[in-house]
């Protein structure tokens, strides 16, 4: 991306509490206009990447830099960012109206500018007429819309929010997340969401950070981090994954498990290893593809151990023979219609194909230790 | 991006070097810098100054701890400890087994007219101590309304009331509300599902007792005894009126420093009075640290079912208790209105006049309630500002850490303690530090209402402050950065939204302030100065000379203006709560 048009740059930021390291060599850009997710698991390190953004930690190293100006010494109120947290902190004593008008009247605005300002807001977020109710008389999702409101009454440079759905329910949720994301693109502000729900990530984000453990790990577009995870961690903790461990390099784009041989054509530095370095083979469980008759490579024998109902599909355990003692195991998702078309059974021999382009191969050393043989998320 | 990398020189990381031009900041660090001043030349200095005359002679050359050895070498004097020890742990006895039955029958039962057996029983919480030994006087002295066999229609009484039984009793009854309060809030804290899964698991009454309800409220129970232990241990006021010839500390410190003029050996007594309490004090805050991580996050409130006998066993005990507590307080009211107990019983304003005792009078009722008022108005201010800069800034957090514990400190200064240690400390012309003479700033306040005010606040600091920081908890930690963020200076958002919503533990802060400004005794009686006499100082004083019954009336007096002052309270707070029903109810 051309200098000229990033529009935040934050660089090596690492912030230590004490002798606990909760971020560590952070750096990324953003465009002007760009939303911008963080995901990770709680405890990662996220929400204190997104505070020290927004002036509310002092990074222990590192700057930040807003349109080529440093402001890694600047405190919140000099940043101009707008902030939505997760408990939405409305004032419980103001109504609807003075909690989004509250950062507006030391702008020196006239009173009846800040009313007509207000009761556009109210309009943008949907909450028209709702401006008399105080917070507790609104649901959880008109009090995150309000929060929302007050945060970009201020014309923000910069809006920030640190998981603002994750006090919703599932329903409530799914709706807000395509407001907010309508919202930004038609307001244009640059935008940085910390989630931990990986769903919303993809559907919100033009790109997505992914933290782990303080360090970030990957750094892409939706269908990046979701076709191309860059480590193992990163693979299973968005959607789900299946490893097989104990692979070994045979060649460049071959490997092998047991008496299997798989052809692998998008290795990702995987090419650089040398032949017989233990590896993992990792696919998505969408991705194993169940057929009968015709030969292509990558086919495996498999037998159906169980199978779990979801609905649309079911997600099948797979057995592959000739793995060893305990057995390498794939899950499948497979359409509920194809299914009943194959008659597919417990303790049926079925013959899996795995698409040459959607494998993954990652050297053993790096599987994180939650990870451990067959396990999937 | 691998661009950017090269211009990160390392940065100066240091934090001395990370100046933050931001005069918001500067503007807390300035306060809570004040407020460390403050506590500093309230609280630590006083003290230390308290502490130092312990370890010198009358003509002040360093001792060491030879006035200890004196002391302790001395049973006269060093019974006291004993003495006290036995009283207090007998009322804390007394007082928690009866406030643990008052309490469970008040949240674990479904016996009517809770409210009203509640508030009879905080009563106490309003009287000097002084009167609950005039009370007692009254019905259990040589001329008293038992001991006579009310006025000789029944068989009398004696239950020998000079010495340790008047104490206990006295001390029972000022307890009592205490372990009420803080054990009904334990047994309130509960979670039902425990119960349902004993229940389940087929435990008996006495086994649920033994495993669930007593595990359950032990850090309250020892809340309750600490708090019982060093409000008996300090007491000075009930002890003066029915200690007869048993001395106790906190009568020893009286009687040195006002009968002796011996400053030293009030030092050492002080100090003496001052080590257990600040042992139970530290018990307490261990314990109390600990109980953070025993409470559910979400717990089912227990919803009490009736059960007949088990009720009506309660109620009959609370119905006895309010009653002894109704009676001893009524007792005192008809005394101030006899003529002459117990020979003419025609009632009257009689000794209301206040003509012809000593104290004060009047004059001295109203120099109270206006130090009473100055001390609700000024404490409340400091102490929720107080609590707002330790619990809702993020500057200085060393100085916070200090802050806060010299906040909760006075909690295990007696009242004797602080009003001595005043007089050393503001009494002192100056101090020559390293050979220089160092002239007293403060001199000025001393014997003025100012020194009166202050040491009010610093006597009931600990309990407002602890009440003002639950209810800054209980806000949102994020209202501060949300107003930052939208550059709303943070004075602001305290007026538009920290006040009002605390609104309700303010003014019960107000009126702790004010109720127990009104009732001691034990502080001021070495700090008011004979042309400013006080109520209750009066009633101690019109005690020593023997006019009982007008200390009985300026006690009634007392008790009167803390009740109006109360029902103002639940008049302001009820108003409140109507009208912010529309945003506090959920």
Redesign the interface.
């Known amino acids: 991306m051309g ?1 000229e048009e990033i529009y935040l ?1 934050a ?2 930021l690492t912030k230590r509490f004490g002798p606990f390291t909760a971020l560590s060599d952070v ?3 953003m465009r002007r206009g760009e939303f911008l997710c963080v995901l990770g698991p709680s405890g990662c390190g996220k929400t204190t990447l997104l505070r020290v953004v ?1 002036g ?1 930690e ?1 990074q ?4 930040v830099f807003i349109e080529n100006r440093d402001v890694s ?11 939505v ?1 997760q ?1 939405y ?1 409305l ?4 109504s609807a109206r003075s909690n989004i008008a ?2 507006l ?3 020196g605005k006239n009173r009846q500018a800040i009313r007509r300002q207000v009761d556009e807001l109210l309009e943008l977020v949907g909450l028209q007429g709702m401006g008399r109710k ?4 609104l649901s959880g999702g008109q009090q995150q819309r309000v929060a929302l409101a ?2 970009i ?2 014309s ?1 440079d910069l809006l920030l929010l640190d998981e603002p759905l994750s006090a919703l329910d599932a329903k409530v949720r799914i709706m807000l997340r395509g407001e907010i994301r309508h919202l930004q693109q038609r307001l244009g502000v640059t935008t940085i969401m910390v989630t931990h729900d990986q769903e919303e990530a993809l559907t919100m984000a033009d790109r997505i950070l992914v933290i782990d453990n303080g360090r970030l790990v990957q750094n892409g577009t939706p269908h990046e981090i979701y076709d191309n995870p860059a480590t193992p961690f990163v693979a299973a903790f968005i959607g789900a994954m299946n490893f097989l461990p104990h692979v070994t390099k045979i060649g460049d784009g071959l490997y092998g498990l047991g008496e299997h041989r798989f052809s692998v054509t998008g290795e990702n530095g995987s090419r650089n290893l040398p032949n017989g370095t233990q590896v993992t083979i990792a696919i998505r469980p969408e991705d194993v593809m169940v057929q009968q008759t015709r030969a292509e490579p990558n086919t495996l024998p498999t037998r159906v151990k169980a199978m779990e109902y979801r609905g649309p599909m079911f997600r099948l355990n797979l057995q592959v023979p000739g793995t060893g003692p305990n057995g390498a195991h794939l899950e499948a998702d497979v359409p509920a219609e194809k299914v009943r078309r194959l008659n597919i059974r417990p303790e049926i021999k079925l013959p899996v194909f795995l698409p040459l382009d959607r494998l993954r191969v990652y050297d053993s050393r790096l599987l994180p230790h939650n990870i451990s043989g067959d396990s999937r998320i | ?1 691998t ?3 090269v ?2 020189a390392p ?1 100066p ?1 240091s934090r001395w070097f ?5 005069r ?2 500067w503007l807390k660090r300035l306060l809570i810098l004040l407020l460390c001043i403050w506590l500093l030349t309230v609280v630590v200095l006083p003290l230390s100054q308290l502490l130092s005359k312990s370890l010198t002679d009358p003509q002040g050359q360093f001792v060491g701890l030879a006035n200890y050895i004196y002391y302790f070498k001395t049973p006269a004097l060093s019974n006291a400890l004993l003495n006290s020890i036995f009283v207090s742990t007998a009322t804390t006895g007394v007082a928690v087994t009866l406030g643990f039955l008052f309490a469970y029958a008040l949240t674990r039962t479904t016996i009517p007219a809770k409210g009203f057996f509640k508030g009879l029983a905080m009563m106490p919480l309003f009287a000097p101590t002084l009167l609950n030994g005039i009370a007692l006087i009254y019905l259990f002295g040589r001329k008293g309304l038992i001991t006579r066999g009310f006025f000789g229609f029944m068989p009398g009484l004696d239950i020998n009331l000079y010495g340790p039984v008047g104490i206990i009793i006295s001390e029972s009854l000022f307890t009592f509300p205490q372990a009420v309060l803080i054990l009904s809030i334990a047994l309130k804290a509960t979670d039902a599902r425990l119960y349902e899964a004993a229940e389940s698991l087929g435990a008996g009454h006495v086994r649920t007792f033994f495993t669930v309800t007593l595990p359950g409220i032990k850090f309250g129970l020892l809340s309750a005894v600490v708090v019982c232990f060093i409000l008996a241990f300090t007491d000075f006021g009930a002890p003066k009126v029915v200690g007869g010839n048993f001395n106790i500390l906190a009568t020893d410190i009286y009687k040195q420093v006002i009968g002796q003029q011996n400053f030293t050996m009030g030092a050492v007594v002080s100090v003496v009075l001052l080590i257990p309490t600040v042992i139970a004090f530290i018990a307490d805050r261990l314990i109390q640290r600990r109980q953070v991580a025993s409470i559910a996050a979400k717990s089912v409130p227990l919803i009490p079912v009736p059960n007949r006998w088990r009720d009506l066993l309660y109620l009959g005990f609370c119905s006895m208790t309010t009653l002894i507590i109704i009676g001893f307080y009524m007792t005192a009211v008809f005394a101030s209105l006899v003529k002459v107990w117990p020979y003419h019983l025609n009632l009257g304003f009689w000794h209301y006049h206040f003509t012809g005792t000593g104290g004060g009078g009047y004059a001295a009722f109203f120099n109270s309630l206006r130090m009473s008022f100055y001390s609700a108005a000024a404490g409340t201010a400091i102490t929720f500002s107080a609590a707002y800069l330790i619990e809702k800034t993020r500057q200085m957090k060393s100085l916070r850490q200090t802050a806060y514990f010299l906040s909760i400190l006075p909690l295990a200064l007696p009242g004797l303690v602080i009003g001595l240690a005043y007089i050393f400390f503001f009494n002192a012309s100056g101090w020559t530090v390293a050979g220089a003479f160092i002239p007293n700033p403060l001199n000025f306040i001393y014997a003025t209402m100012a020194i009166l005010v202050v040491s009010n606040i610093v006597h009931f600091f600990s309990v407002s402050f602890l009440t003002a920081t639950t209810a800054l908890k209980q806000m ?4 501060e ?9 943070f004075v ?1 958002t305290f007026t ?2 920290t006040v ?2 605390c609104l309700p533990a303010i003014l019960e802060i107000g009126m702790y302030y004010f109720v127990n400004s009104m009732a001691t005794v034990s502080a001021v009686i070495f700090l008011y100065s004979a042309d400013l006499p006080l109520a209750s100082v009066a009633v101690a004083n019109m005690d020593d000379a023997g006019d009982i019954a007008p200390a009985c009336a300026m006690s009634v007096l007392i008790v009167a203006a803390n009740i109006g002052v109360r029902l103002i309270y639940g008049f302001l707070t009820s108003g409140i709560r109507r009208r ?1 029903q ?5």
């Open positions: 200098s740059k660089e090596a750096s990324f850009e927004a509310l002092h222990s190293e590192g700057k010494q600047l405190p919140v109120s000099k940043r101009n960012v707008g902030i947290f408990s902190a004032f419980p004593n103001l509250y950062g009247k030391g702008q105080y917070p507790a008389q007050r945060a009454a201020v923000p | 991006m661009t950017a990398m211009s990160i940065a990381s990370r100046v933050v031009l931001d918001e900041s949102d930690r994020e209202f950065t949300v107003s930052a963020s939208m550059g709303v200076p602001k538009r939204v009002p919503v912010s529309s945003w506090a109810a959920r």
